[in-house]
């Protein structure tokens, strides 16, 4: 059983470069050892966290990050699961959770922003879809639940809200591949959510889907069939906002290959669906000290990282 005990920070460290930054996330994480059974390994916050980006950021073999970290395989890949459980159960509400109030305040941004970048609609505040991470093909009776006809590939599937600064400001996942997009959709519960918290001020704001969601006060959607000149004119101008959620997809799996190469998500061996929650997570992160393309897209500069990590309520 891995156990993490950690300490809380002393001070904010300065954050002038690359380096310092990752200081300041590193010792956010509160790590100081890792213990696993009768087995101690004495490592530092900034440690585990270059683990973690290391592994993340390339499908390497852990015997190739022996000589970087100096450390035994075992050491490694202990350290490296135990501080993805530490980083999701300090900050996973960053992701799991709607919150309410940080969209209130920026929501006018967001709806002025989005307009300005062309779209017909005027109050909306984020883009919601679906994306598949690949997978081997599972066992132990799984490939069929696995299995997305819609891909032709074994996969999980997320889904993701988001923001036009570039932060995927909600994720739902992992569940089975062949799962639709609706079905993600009831089952993450925004429906209840976005009934209550979109409207502001007594204004009704919305986010954007593709033709597969339903229609709500506060979900757009694409038309289809038949449509008349007007509706061919909504759809082409929201054609290229609503693209912004699959840059998304394409930042995370940028900045973490890993989730890119199959081989290395395999099912029942490591925690995938965590893997792609943290690297999410790093991805908002860089997002929010270095901005990304949705938001030069959208002109709408993201949170600071400290106003960002604030949202998780953690002391």
């Given at each position: 059983m891995v156990s993490i005990r950690g300490r809380s920070l002393q001070r904010w460290l300065s954050r002038r470069n690359r380096a310092r930054r990752y200081l300041l996330l590193g010792h956010t994480m509160g790590l100081t050892l890792a213990?696993?059974?009768?087995?101690?390994?004495?490592?530092?916050?900034?440690?585990?966290?270059c683990i973690v980006l290391r592994r993340?950021?390339?499908?390497?073999?852990?015997?190739?990050?022996?000589?970087?970290?100096?450390?035994?395989?075992?050491?490694?890949?202990?350290?490296?699961?135990?501080?993805?459980?530490?980083?999701?159960?300090?900050?996973?509400?960053?992701?799991?959770?709607w919150h309410g109030t940080f969209m209130r305040e920026r929501a006018p941004l967001y709806a002025s922003r989005i307009e300005q970048s062309g779209a017909f609609l005027d109050r909306c505040v984020g883009f919601i879809d679906?994306?598949?991470?690949?997978?081997?093909?599972?066992g132990a009776g799984l490939q069929r639940a696995c299995y997305s006809g819609h891909k032709r590939r074994h996969a999980i599937k997320f889904q993701s809200v988001l923001t036009p600064d570039g932060l995927i400001f909600h994720l739902y996942g992992p569940v089975e591949g062949r799962r639709h997009d609706m079905t993600l959709y009831h089952e993450s519960?925004?429906?209840?959510?976005?009934?209550?918290?979109?409207?502001?001020?007594?204004?009704?704001?919305?986010?954007?889907?593709?033709?597969?969601?339903?229609?709500?006060?506060?979900?757009q959607t694409a038309f289809q069939g038949i449509l008349t000149a007007q509706e061919a004119a909504f759809n082409d101008s929201m054609k290229v906002p609503r693209t912004a959620v699959e840059w998304g997809f394409k930042d995370v799996k940028q900045t973490c290959t890993t989730l890119d190469y199959p081989r290395k998500?395999?099912?029942?061996?490591?925690?995938?669906?965590?893997l792609y929650n943290v690297g999410v997570l790093f991805w908002n992160f860089r997002c929010c000290l270095y901005g990304g393309a949705t938001s030069t897209f959208f002109t709408c500069p993201p949170p600071t990282l400290g106003e960002y990590l604030a949202l998780a309520g953690v002391p």
């Open positions: 213990d696993m059974g009768a087995i101690v390994y004495r490592v530092t916050p900034v440690e585990c966290l993340l950021g390339s499908p390497a073999r852990w015997s190739d990050l022996e000589e970087i970290f100096g450390r035994s395989v075992p050491a490694l890949c202990t350290i490296f699961y135990a501080t993805v459980e530490v980083i999701l159960s300090q900050w996973g509400a960053l992701l799991s959770d679906g994306t598949a991470l690949f997978i081997p093909r599972p519960g925004l429906d209840a959510i976005l009934a209550n918290e979109l409207v502001i001020d007594g204004v009704q704001f919305h986010i954007y889907g593709d033709a597969a969601y339903f229609l709500r006060p506060w979900l998500l395999k099912i029942r061996e490591s925690p995938v669906g965590q």
